[in-house]
């Protein structure tokens, strides 16, 4: 028999405002939104280290992500809102950890796990062929599939709660190992890991069987479009290529915005830098026209013939650890894998 969850009387989780707005629209009155892309950028244990470090993340205090709120009246049942996407996938981890720490039983925590809603033939071959799933989204589906789900829902086994919050715990650690054997090996009920690493994987830098230092395949694809003339970011996202469209994949579960973020942490990495920029076409406050690219000598360099160290990028944090960082030597082997330089 499933449990009954009143969707008036309940506490509900939503990863994105549209999921928000339709739980609001079917009778939720207690809805926290936790829509942050946890996927890139630094993620931390402690929760208010976490904002602090997500919002000097983004240069924003825009305030999207309530988990951690002060604000937030949590109160038994909570029900939790996840489609297929990936970085939903990690907001749930962290929310059932959260949950833990205020003392929630997973009994009374029903976590509602929606499918990708199949694509219509109308669909681009772009979004048809998308080796990751960051799209998807709850709202996808209409409001009496929400409700006929509530009707049903039932808690977590003990087991699996436990294992979402250690893939949180693990996601968050310095020490990224654990993390990435979990998504090699997989754990039952987590289908998500394999595509999530393989995600997660494409922004560190690679080493080669034969020793050499090379871009992350992220870096090396913003590379290859850039040149030694002048483009603004959006010019390289929707340049007409095949390596664009892999790009586009993964900008389909970082955000747009990540690539000028990228283009200007390597304009501001060295003084000889690899990356130029310059006033765009547009003033300030158009984002990714009112600044142009180039590649410069050095740049074209690190592109042929890879790294002679990880300094010679600019760091990306990653979870709990950073990419390119000295302090944090971590590479990706051919094997996909991850070792200290």
């Known amino acids: 028999m499933g449990a009954t969850v009143d969707i008036g009387g309940s506490t509900h989780v939503a990863f994105d405002g549209l999921t928000t707005e339709q739980l609001f629209q079917i009778g939720a009155s207690n809805v926290v939104r936790a829509s942050d892309r946890l996927i890139v950028g630094p993620s931390r244990r ?33 029900v939790l809102w996840v489609s297929a996407s990936l970085h939903e996938r990690v907001n749930l981890w962290r929310t059932c950890s959260w949950l833990r720490h205020l003392g929630f039983s997973h009994q009374n925590i029903f976590v509602l796990d929606f499918e990708p809603v199949p694509p219509s033939r109308a669909a681009s071959q772009e979004v048809l062929t998308r080796p990751f799933t960051c799209s998807e989204s709850v709202s996808d589906h209409p409001d009496e599939v929400l409700l006929h789900r509530l009707d049903k829902a039932q808690p977590w ?3 699996h709660y436990d294992q979402a919050v250690r893939l949180w715990d693990s996601y968050v650690d310095e020490n990224p190992l654990a993390f990435v054997e979990s998504c090699i090996a997989s754990v039952d009920g987590f289908a998500e890991l394999a595509p999530l690493w393989a995600l997660l994987s494409c922004f560190f830098p690679r080493k080669t069987a034969e020793g050499r230092l090379r871009l992350s395949r992220f870096d090396e694809m913003v590379f290859s479009l850039l040149s030694s003339e002048w483009q603004t970011a959006l010019a390289l996202a929707v340049h007409k290529s095949e390596t664009r469209m892999h790009l ?32 765009g076409p547009k003033p300030p406050g158009h984002p990714m026209l009112s600044k142009v690219y180039r590649l410069t000598e050095r740049g074209m360099r690190l592109r042929e013939t890879g790294l002679d160290q990880l300094g010679d990028a600019p760091s990306l944090p990653m979870a709990g650890t950073e990419a390119y960082s000295p302090a944090a030597p971590w590479v990706l082997l051919d094997d996909g894998r991850l070792a200290r330089s």
């Open 46 to 78: 402690d929760a208010m280290e976490h904002v602090r470090a997500r919002r000097a993340w983004w240069n924003s205090t825009e305030d999207w992500d309530k988990v951690y709120s002060p604000d937030v009246h949590w109160e038994a049942p909570i």
């Open 157 to 159: 086994s003990s087991e």
């Open 248 to 279: 586009w994949h993964l900008l389909s579960c970082t955000g747009d915005r990540f690539l000028e973020a990228r283009l200007d942490q390597w304009a501001k990495h060295d003084s000889s830098a690899a990356v130029e920029r310059a006033p």
